[in-house]
């Protein structure tokens, strides 16, 4: 394997982030930041569900056989375990058949196909008949800190119908329609965190195997796949009896979990600054140390090549029906057959630092999909020397900044600094401040919408999420003060700016933690922060169906839990339909 530049130094310490490359190899927080490039991310090998099944794997997780209760309509309930070696979880999946009238994605929905729970340990009776009661409720049930993870799914209902008459039958289902959909089932809520009564993130933030960020619920959704192809396999096999057949393994492989992703996942990145800096930073010094690798080795070309020929079957399949992303399919179709060329050179490793070779070429002479999908791929051979850096992944152990002794001229300096691109705006156009966040009133969800008329920006049901105009406001009162005083002598007179100025305090030392762009503009595409942050989580085929919802998929092409410790357990990513990679 090549070797980087400088020494990594240690991951336990934090070291490795300054050790780790020149800073001329670093994307800047303001170009990648923005919001045309967030809506372009991919999944990395360091993506949360990539990084859960390498553990998986790693570790020798063992997965007990489910006790399955179903009856022919399919109600029941299911128990999923598995021990990591060190803890006992388990997810009780209840199945409740829904009216069709009934089933939406929309958060405002009250009943599903399917509900769950991760639970904390090997559940006894009394846990199963509680959770039994409460987990179809959602909101409305009554949870104990043993529940990790709440979440609900509704089936696709053409697809899964489709699967289960096919199976019934004697036959495999369609490939076609099973690639056109891509799941059988797809979840609308996945709650972690301490949400409902559930275990606050705490409870298992120093636990080897869940600790990292979003493991418990990407463990969940892990088992809520392997629900779903049971759930289809049973209705086969109560209306075909001895004539019903098991999925092809290849199908069971290629059919993931969807899930539909709206504005809730916005205000969660942007109100999570060392957290998002943490995710960010991992990404661009896994980016950083591959592009620093002296030589590549004959097997990491061969990889890199496999991988690229996966990416362009896989974009070639990527079929949606919002007119700006399919055209940026298209044009990415096109530049990912321009790598191709471009790779196939034959001298085209032979130079000095060979991986940034191409990082640049790709950044000349593609466009930001194709750009942002060559970062994942570059990553994608050199996993001995990024994965370690998934563990950067955890800001449990950040505290957030606040200075109030700083004096005004420092203040100053930060906000050149780190909100440089506040001063490309004019928020005197009316366009630039037309979108506002508030609470929906029904549960308390955020919400995008038209600002009033007279631009009044404190509502009770605002968010404090207009960061560009607050900064640009502070710039403002800033010129008509004392530099000489201090942050806290400044709040006294101007209490308002407070907020924003934490989150000055806090670029200085998470930089990649801000969107350092305008959010409350009338061109913004909520579209774009959700597709960045469920790159992180490992999803692929984003599906959006406006710019404030999309649906995606997780998991398809993952290995089941007998497979954790085959050759190509950890390159389970830009899977294709079965038959054309073969």
């Given amino acids: 394997m090549g070797t980087p530049k400088r020494c990594l130094g240690s991951i336990a310490d934090g070291t490795y982030l300054k050790k780790l490359v020149p800073d001329t190899l670093l994307r800047q927080p303001d170009e990648i930041m923005r919001l045309e490039r967030m809506g372009s991310a991919f999944q990395t090998r360091l993506s949360f569900m990539r990084s859960l099944t390498r553990r998986m794997a ?300 191409i990082f640049r070429w790709a950044s000349q002479h593609l466009g930001l999909e194709a750009q942002e999908l060559v970062v994942s791929l570059l990553i994608e051979p050199f996993g001995e020397l990024v994965d370690k850096m998934g563990e950067r992944f955890n800001a449990a152990s950040e505290e957030e900044v606040w200075a109030p002794a700083m004096r005004l001229t420092q203040l100053n300096t930060l906000i050149d600094r780190h909100y440089g691109w506040v001063t490309r705006i004019n928020f005197q156009d009316r366009e630039e401040t037309d979108r506002q966040w508030v609470y929906s009133e029904e549960k308390l969800e955020p919400r995008l919408g038209p600002r009033a008329d007279d631009g009044v920006t404190d509502s009770e049901t605002e968010m404090p999420l207009t960061v560009g105009w607050d900064v640009a406001r502070l710039r403002e009162a800033l010129q008509m003060s004392d530099l000489g005083q201090s942050v806290l002598q400044f709040c006294a007179l101007h209490p308002r700016f407070r907020h924003t100025i934490r989150r000055i305090q806090n670029a200085e030392s998470h930089p990649y933690g801000e969107v350092a762009d305008n959010v409350i503009a009338a061109r913004f595409r909520p579209i774009d922060i959700l597709r960045f942050k469920l790159a992180f989580f490992g999803v692929s085929k984003f599906d959006p169906k406006s710019d404030l919802w999309t649906r995606v998929n997780m998991y398809q092409g993952a290995p089941f839990p007998d497979e954790l410790n085959s050759h190509w357990a950890d390159q389970w990513t830009f899977t294709c339909k079965p038959g054309q990679m073969e």
């Fill in 58 to 357: 790693i570790e020798n997780w063992e997965f007990s056989k489910p006790d399955i209760e179903l009856d022919r309509e399919g109600r029941g309930r299911g128990i999923y375990s598995v021990f990591t070696g060190s803890r006992h979880y388990s997810l009780l999946a209840f199945s409740h058949p829904l009216d069709p009238m009934k089933r939406s994605d929309r958060v405002i929905a009250h009943e599903w196909d399917a509900t769950f729970n991760l639970f904390d340990g090997i559940p006894r009776d009394k846990d199963i008949e509680r959770l039994r009661g409460n987990t179809p409720l959602q909101e409305a049930g009554r949870y104990t800190t043993s529940e990790l993870v709440l979440a609900r799914a509704n089936i696709s209902e053409r697809l899964f119908n489709h699967v289960a008459n096919s199976l019934a039958e004697g036959r495999q289902p369609d490939i076609e329609m099973i690639a056109d959909v891509g799941y059988l089932m797809r979840t609308t809520a996945v709650y972690g965190g301490g949400k409902f009564g559930c275990a606050d993130w705490e409870k298992i933030a120093d636990r080897a195997d869940l600790g990292s960020a979003f493991q418990a619920e990407m463990l969940a959704v892990y088992l809520i796949r392997l629900f779903s192809l049971d759930l289809v396999e049973h209705m086969a096999r109560q209306n075909g009896d001895v004539k019903a057949v098991k999925l092809a393994l290849p199908i069971r492989r290629f059919l993931g979990i969807g899930n539909a992703t709206g504005l809730g996942m916005a205000p969660f990145l942007m109100n999570h600054q060392v957290l998002v800096h943490q995710w960010v930073l991992a990404k661009e010094h896994a980016l950083a140390a591959v592009r620093g690798v002296d030589s590549v080795s004959v097997a990491q070309v061969e990889m890199l090549n496999s991988v690229l020929a996966k990416c362009r079957v896989q974009v070639s399949e990527w079929q949606v029906d919002d007119e700006v992303q399919s055209a940026r399919i298209e044009k990415l179709g096109v530049d990912l057959t321009a790598l191709a060329y471009h790779l196939a050179a034959s001298d085209r490793f032979d130079v000095a630092l060979p991986v940034d070779a």
